[in-house]
C-alpha cells in the first residue's frame, strides 16, 4: 500500500519494492556520476558534521564516509526497512555512521548541528508544503555558513526527457513530481530562507534530467 502524502513514501513509491530501489537507481540515473559531482561540489572537511536526510538504503552515507574518514556521518530516513539495508551496507562497506529513524518535517536535531546536509531523490516524492517543511527544518539545523546539497528530479531540458520523465510521474505521483518538472525546487529553497541557491549541474538519463543544486545558510543567521 502506497503511503499518504502526510507520511512518508518508500523508495520505489510502495513498501514491496525497496528492496528493488538499488539496482534500479544504478541503472537508470546515472547514480556513480551524479553523486560523485553532488560530493566535489560540497567541499567536504575533515570534522564536518553531516547529514544524509533521507538516506534511504545508505549509499550516500557510505561514499560520504568514504570522502572524508574525518568527518561525522549521519543518516536519516523514515523508512525501517530501508534503514536496515542500509545498516548492512554500512557493515559490509566496513564503515562507520549514525542511523536514525524519523521525518523530514520534524527533524530530530538540534539547531546548528550540520555544516553538510545532502539529499538525493527525495524532495520530488512529497507534495508542495512537505518541500517546503523539509527545506526550513534542514535550514534550522544548518550552521550558519552551511551548505544544502541536492540531486533530483529537475526540468526537462528537452523533449525527449520530458517524455522520459512521465515513467516517474506513473510510478511516484503527477501531484509530487509537478514542483520537480518545473523546475521549482530553486524557488523552494529561496522561500524556505536559503541563499545563494543554484542549480550546478544537469544530466540526461533514462529517466529524465537529474538536476544538482546547491544552496547556504546565510553566516550572520541566528535563528
Not at 131 to 149: D, S, T
Not at 176 to 191: H, I, K, Q, R, S
Request: net charge neutral; proline share 3%; glycine share 8%.
Amino acid at each position: 500500500m502506497k503511503p499518504s502524502s502526510n507520511s512518508y513514501t518508500s523508495a520505489l513509491g510502495y513498501h514491496w519494492l525497496t528492496r528493488f530501489y538499488d539496482p534500479a537507481v544504478r541503472l537508470t540515473t546515472r547514480e556513480a556520476t551524479f553523486k560523485q559531482a553532488l560530493l566535489q561540489q560540497a567541499s567536504i572537511q575533515d570534522g564536518h558534521q553531516i547529514l544524509d536526510l533521507a538516506c534511504g538504503t545508505g549509499t550516500l552515507v557510505v561514499l560520504l564516509k568514504r570522502a572524508q574518514r574525518g568527518a561525522e556521518v549521519f543518516g536519516l530516513d523514515a523508512d525501517a526497512e530501508a534503514l536496515t539495508l542500509a545498516r548492512t551496507k554500512l557493515q559490509e562497506a566496513g564503515v562507520k555512521a549514525q542511523l536514525d529513524q524519523g521525518l523530514a518535517s520534524a527533524l530530530p536535531y538540534s539547531a546548528g548541528s550540520f555544516d553538510r546536509v545532502f539529499s538525493s531523490l527525495f524532495f520530488h516524492h512529497l507534495a508542495s508544503e512537505f518541500k517546503l517543511k523539509a527545506m526550513r527544518e534542514v535550514l534550522r539545523v544548518l550552521r550558519p555558513g552551511g551548505e544544502f546539497h541536492i540531486a533530483d528530479w529537475g526540468k526537462p531540458t528537452g523533449v525527449a526527457m520530458r517524455l522520459a520523465f512521465v515513467a516517474v510521474q506513473l510510478l511516484d505521483g503527477f501531484a509530487t513530481t509537478a514542483d520537480n518538472v518545473n523546475g521549482l525546487l530553486p524557488e523552494f529553497l529561496g522561500v524556505a530562507g536559503f541563499e545563494k541557491v543554484e542549480v550546478t549541474n544537469c544530466y540526461s538519463t533514462t529517466l529524465g534530467t537529474l538536476s544538482l543544486y546547491r544552496a547556504s545558510r546565510s553566516s550572520t543567521s541566528i535563528g
